[in-house]
């Protein structure tokens, strides 16, 4: 069984940061890209960032020169680094993994979301 965990979300002043941590784990092969998202009250969930294995980075336009992606594929985790928070930001955070698994001998590809944490910036 695949599971991915979260951690690091909280309250926290405009302007402030925040780095979100999330680890998966079980019969995990491979991983191929490992990223973030994030659903606010009333709209979508959205791709706020992302590292591929092979190190390509995505990061929406909105959070530009603010949050940052980065992949530890030995620790089979990925980190979200949120500076110059704005209160447009506070959502819920959903960190996802494309990930080879091992069941009983086949390799399947799957994708696993982790339960979110919570992000709030206050203005």
């Known amino acids: 069984q695949v599971t991915v965990v979260e951690s690091g979300g909280g309250l926290v002043q405009a302007g402030g940061s925040l780095n979100l941590s999330c680890e998966v784990s079980g019969p995990i092969v491979d991983i191929n890209v490992m990223g973030w998202y994030r659903q606010a009250p009333g709209k979508q969930r959205e791709l706020v960032a992302s590292e591929t294995v092979t190190h390509i980075t995505y990061v929406t336009d909105s959070v530009k020169g603010r949050f940052t992606a980065s992949m530890d594929k030995a620790k089979k985790s990925v980190y979200l680094q949120m500076n110059s928070l704005k209160s447009e930001d506070t959502a819920i955070y959903f960190c996802?993994?494309?990930?080879?698994?091992?069941?009983?001998?086949?390799?399947?590809?799957?994708?696993?979301w982790g339960q979110g944490t919570q992000v709030t910036v206050s203005s």
């Open positions: 996802n993994a494309d990930v080879l698994a091992e069941y009983s001998g086949v390799v399947k590809q799957q994708i696993h």
